[in-house]
């Protein structure tokens, strides 16, 4: 019991994120929700697509789909309005205002009709002068903007860094916004872009940043390609020693979107992206249509085993433990001793890969010392038993794929 207790030490110390995160309470686990941008871009026209464009129709219907079909019950709780949903000029008091057209009863009825189904609102704005679709910009107006979102009772923004003109503007903005929108009093998840404009001209302060922002993004935004996943993947396994460790409760790094459901990604593919945004604590905003998702789409999204280790309560990101060839390791610490492990399967040609992975390597090399009880997730869920600390472990991972783990302690009778 001893040992086990200086583990637990060790683990809750290890990696703890260097500063503390943004003060309002909010996102102890990475929000989850689903996000309009990938699917829906900024499409307007209204006469022509009803059904596809960025309205306040649009959001019913899913806000209604998220109860009903099981979505909001899995914990996808957010329901976020991403660009394009303002009118193209503040209203004669200088306030922002929504599309008249698009959204007749404006953002505040909207927002009562998500609240009315135990959801909460999401919205969008911009550092900048504009938005990067050219709409109206928080500039100059971060307090009354911090305000109106907070009166039309809004409880996520995404804040972007678009028609920015300096560095130091840009980040005094996120900072300014984020003081303003805890000003307000109201719980308002701030998600941020700030690094992603950063690091073009120098690596950004994460420490600062995790004190202003929920969580943000660092790399460019996701496309419905396989493509667009693996530049994500190998972005966030080059720079973890400078992510990882300061990701926790209050604070994560976002790698965009889930585009799981959509087009571009094949089964496996949709595996290997539910597995690592697991594996790295990532905020889980999917962006597609529920309305026509398939039946193994749906269940891959609302796999409660997985979004466990998501929502794991200990809030520690994952990261890549190793490349070998084509296969890539990933391990996550977990509350109760327990680890997350996925092993991924890099190659694109040819049949399934087989991979031999030593136990004692896993988890600091106390995953499954003296002994553990292995449950592989996906890409579907089998119990595959007891192993003490010197054995191996055998498995077969498809083109593209990932297979995920669990290893916990065995449950002493």
């Known amino acids: 019991m001893l040992a086990l207790h200086f583990l637990a030490l060790a683990l809750a110390l290890w990696g703890a994120p260097g500063a503390g995160a943004l003060d309002n309470g909010l996102s102890l686990t ?30 019913m219907q899913m806000a209604d789909l998220m109860v009903s079909d099981g979505w909001k019950d899995a914990g996808y709780q957010y329901l976020c309005i991403d660009d394009c949903w303002m009118a193209h000029t503040r209203d004669v008091k200088g306030n922002l205002q929504a599309d008249p ?50 009166d039309w009772e809004v409880d996520l923004l995404k804040f972007d860094g678009c028609y920015c003109d300096s560095l130091k503007h840009l980040a005094d903005g996120y900072k300014q916004m984020s003081l303003a929108l805890n000003r307000t009093g109201r719980s308002i998840v701030y998600s941020c872009e700030w690094p992603l404009y950063m690091w073009p001209f120098h690596q950004p302060n994460y420490t600062e940043i995790r004190q202003y922002c929920n969580h943000w993004r660092n790399f460019g935004d996701i496309s419905d390609s396989w493509q667009s996943v693996k530049n994500i993947l190998d972005w966030s396994a080059s720079y973890q020693d400078t992510i990882v460790d300061v990701a926790g409760p209050g604070g994560w790094n976002d790698p965009d979107m889930l585009v799981i459901g959509n087009f571009g990604l094949s089964w496996d593919q949709q595996v290997t992206q539910m597995a690592l945004w697991a594996i790295m604590a990532a905020p889980l905003l999917m962006s597609n249509d529920l309305r026509h998702i398939s039946p193994q789409a749906k269940a891959l999204l609302q796999d409660k085993d997985v979004i466990a280790i998501n929502q794991d309560p200990l809030g520690k990101q994952g990261y890549r433990l190793r490349k070998q060839g084509d296969i890539e390791v990933w391990e996550r610490p977990l509350a109760s001793l327990s680890w997350a492990v996925a092993i991924r399967n890099l190659k694109e040609l040819g049949g399934p890969s087989s991979y031999t992975v030593s136990l004692a390597s896993l988890g600091r090399a106390v995953a499954c ?15 595959l038993g007891f192993f003490e600390w010197v054995s191996v472990l055998k498995t077969r991972i498809n083109p593209t794929g990932t297979v995920l783990l669990q290893l916990k302690k065995p449950t002493v009778s």
């Open 369 to 383: 010392n003296p002994a553990c009880v292995i449950t592989q997730l996906l890409p579907v869920k089998e119990e």
């Open 30 to 59: 990475p929000t989850m929700g689903w996000l309009h941008w990938e699917r829906f871009l900024c499409n307007v026209d209204c006469k022509e697509e009803p059904d596809s464009c960025v309205s306040e129709q649009l959001f």
């Open 101 to 150: 057209q698009r959204f007749p009863g404006g953002i505040r009825r909207l927002a009562n009709y998500v609240h009315s189904k135990g959801l909460k609102l999401g919205i969008y704005a911009d550092v900048g002068r504009k938005t990067c679709e050219g709409y109206p910009g928080s500039l100059g107006h971060y307090d009354a903007d911090a305000k109106t979102f907070a």
